[in-house]
């Protein structure tokens, strides 16, 4: 079995519970083949770089797994992300390793400080 990544967007119009759940069928399907998560991070609603899809955001996902490549798993969810009306963009990667600390994205999320709500 060898360890993978995959980061997905997520339509901006969507509410968070909704992304979850977009997020849990995916996941939910690497389990079902017999994959183990490891990781599952949800960096929330960001800018994009550039328009995807007439989406200016999107709820970013990502998902670090071991699977097996030869039960079609990777093939099988990425055919589904690209028919998911839902997901706009994804990207897999085969990874050396997949720890359970939290990535350079989701610890830069932990880092900000909340703004401070103005007096009205």
């Not at 968070?16 to 960096?43: H, R």
């Not at 699977?67 to 099988?76: E, V």
């Not at 390793?97 to 703004?115: D, F, I, W």
Request: net charge neutral; proline share 3%; charged share 30%.
């Amino acid at each position: 079995m060898a360890f993978y990544e995959t980061t997905f967007i997520v339509r901006p119009d969507l509410t968070a519970q909704q992304a979850e759940s977009v997020c849990e069928k995916f996941s939910a399907l690497i389990t079902e083949s017999k994959g183990k998560m490891i990781k599952t991070e949800n960096w929330g609603l960001r800018t994009l770089a550039y328009r995807l899809n007439k989406h200016r955001k999107g709820h970013y996902i990502h998902f670090g797994y071991e699977a097996d490549a030869s039960t079609g798993i990777i093939d099988k969810m990425e055919t589904l992300m690209q028919q998911s009306d839902d997901v706009i963009r994804f990207l897999t990667i085969r990874a050396d390793e997949v720890t359970k600390e939290p990535t350079a994205m989701m610890a830069q999320n932990e880092r900000k400080p909340s703004r401070p709500k103005a007096d009205a």
